[in-house]
């Protein structure tokens, strides 16, 4: 933090603040008129900084594991907070990657003429100034800030304390990059201060600010969406599932549940609740079972799951409206696909959600019938990613159906606005 940061006490957030909204206002003006060229030579030269640094930021982070493991930071949190090498490497390259994409800013679709002889059609725009309020992940500041770039808009990051050393040292990188290429500094802004009062002035700064996107927990994704007076992109929580169905491939079905569960435990996409089919659940559970207890995965379970599966935990009703970020899963054997998409209307956050089936009607079916923001067939919920989706990055996944739903990358973070084009011409 800077010395500056240090000095600021609670009686001046609120001008330490507004001061920071007037820059992002300003900035908003000349991100927005930005080149494409412009905007890209800044994403590349942030990526570039971001390598060089590494080493800095591993050497930051270790300071911010460090301070969480003291203060009790559980395994799912300590997680999302550590930088490696790898983890690293892939926000550079999610950096380079938005700046192969198309950029959205200026794009003009649906032109058509109309009866009167003007031509009607949309231009898609910049939202302005968007704050983003996230917890433990790091990796996030160096996203948002490629993804508002690009997008033409400021942004004011406010990350959280336990990553205050990690994001200042790549909010560095990224002051880097802009100079580099020509773009004011402002235009990515990191909150210095760790103050959570910072974080009620900021989702009230509707003069300054366009949209808030909150990143965390439930607590803090409900904290914003009660007391925020600007709008908000969003999701509370995510409780994915895997529905293994009567007609499903079995092997496939087994690889696609593992995977969804174990390859990353601490991320909204991972399933937290797996359904299986009553027809199907005596060839499935056995073999799952082996593979999960040899990566220490808690199993809870229906009656029916637990006559399967003797010495299992009894799934209560918590269980099911529980995201568990954690490896522990629940299992409910169900009579089919109509008792799962009934499930997971009940207890699902409206996040990710596969079937598993070899059965189109079946497959058809789970794709119109269940409301989530990624609807999936026959593949892990892990997917459920803005660089898996060829986003570049992503913002915050909504399970909002209003600005914009799932993962939030370019066009999300754009608006449009009706273009006419005329010759003179007067309505009679």
Not at 305 to 318: F, Q, Y
Not at 338 to 357: L, V
Request: with cysteine; proline share 3%.
């Amino acid at each position: 933090m800077s010395t500056a940061a240090n000095k600021i006490g609670t009686d001046d957030i609120h001008a330490y603040m507004k001061a920071l909204g007037e820059r992002a206002r300003e900035a908003s003006l000349a991100i927005g008129r930005a080149d494409t060229g412009s905007k890209n030579a800044a994403l590349l030269a942030i990526a570039d900084a971001i390598d060089a640094a590494s080493a800095k930021l591993i050497e930051e982070n270790a300071r911010d594991l460090e301070a969480g493991r003291k203060s009790g930071l559980d395994a799912a949190l300590l997680d999302r907070l550590e930088l490696n090498d790898d983890r690293i490497s892939a926000m550079a390259e999610g950096l380079r990657q938005i700046a192969t994409l198309p950029d959205p800013v200026g794009e003009i679709t649906g032109l058509a003429y109309r009866p009167s002889g003007i031509q009607v059609g949309k231009m898609r725009v910049p939202l302005g100034v968007i704050g983003i309020i996230y917890e433990s992940r790091p990796n996030v500041t160096a996203d948002a800030a490629g993804l508002c770039l690009k997008s033409g808009n400021a942004t004011i990051l406010r990350g959280g304390s336990e990553a205050i050393h990690s994001n200042q040292a790549i909010a560095a990188c990224i002051q880097q990059g802009l100079a580099q290429a020509g773009l004011p500094k402002e235009v990515v802004q990191v909150i210095e201060v760790t103050d959570r009062s910072a974080v009620g002035e900021l989702i009230r700064m509707n003069r300054y600010v366009d949209v808030i996107v909150p990143r965390g927990g439930k607590g803090l994704i409900e904290r914003v969406s009660a007391e925020a007076t600007v709008p908000v992109i969003k999701h509370l929580h995510g409780i994915c599932h895997v529905y293994i169905d009567d007609h499903a491939d079995i092997d496939k079905g087994i690889k696609v549940a593992f995977n969804s569960k174990t390859q990353r435990y601490g991320t909204c996409n991972t399933m937290e609740t797996l359904l299986v089919a009553s027809s199907v659940a005596d060839q499935v559970l056995p073999r799952l079972r082996q593979m999960y207890d040899e990566k220490g995965v808690e199993l809870r379970g229906c009656d029916v799951t637990r006559k399967i599966l003797p010495g299992i935990a009894v799934a209560s009703d918590e269980d099911w409206d529980t995201e568990y970020l954690a490896p522990i899963l629940s299992i409910r054997v169900v009579e089919g696909i109509d008792q799962a998409m009934d499930h997971i209307r009940h207890h699902g956050s409206g996040h990710t959600d596969s079937i598993i089936t070899e059965d189109w009607s079946h497959a058809r079916r789970f794709l119109r019938e269940v409301d989530s923001s990624s609807v999936m067939v026959n593949a892990s919920t892990r997917f459920a990613d803005g660089y898996e989706y060829g986003l570049g990055a992503e913002i915050g996944i909504s399970t909002d159906k209003i600005h914009v739903r799932g993962p939030v990358g370019l066009e999300g973070l754009t608006s449009q606005k009706f273009v006419v084009l005329g010759d003179g011409h007067i309505r009679g």
